[in-house]
């Protein structure tokens, strides 16, 4: 990794999560590849599947305050 890579990471890790995650999404768009879409249809089957479990109780839902506390706490 060169020095300015990891310049861009030091700076790129203290956004907050929401940011940090926009940031990865938008870096994973700018390859153009088949496997993106495959990720695509990864993610969009993982979600489905996610949801189905929330609907039958499978699956407790953590309101998303909570989640980017505990995020802010890990870094």
Do not use: H, Y
Not at 11 to 31: G, H, M, T, W, Y
């Amino acid at each position: 990794m060169t020095l300015q890579t990891k310049e861009i990471l030091k700076k790129a890790l203290l956004l907050p999560p929401v940011e940090r995650a926009e940031l990865i999404d938008q870096v994973f768009r700018s390859f153009d590849c088949d496997s993106k879409n495959d990720f695509d249809t990864l993610w969009a089957e993982e979600a489905e599947a996610r949801i189905d479990a929330f609907e039958k109780g499978k699956l407790k839902a953590i309101p998303a305050k909570e989640v980017f506390r505990k995020i802010d706490q890990i870094k």
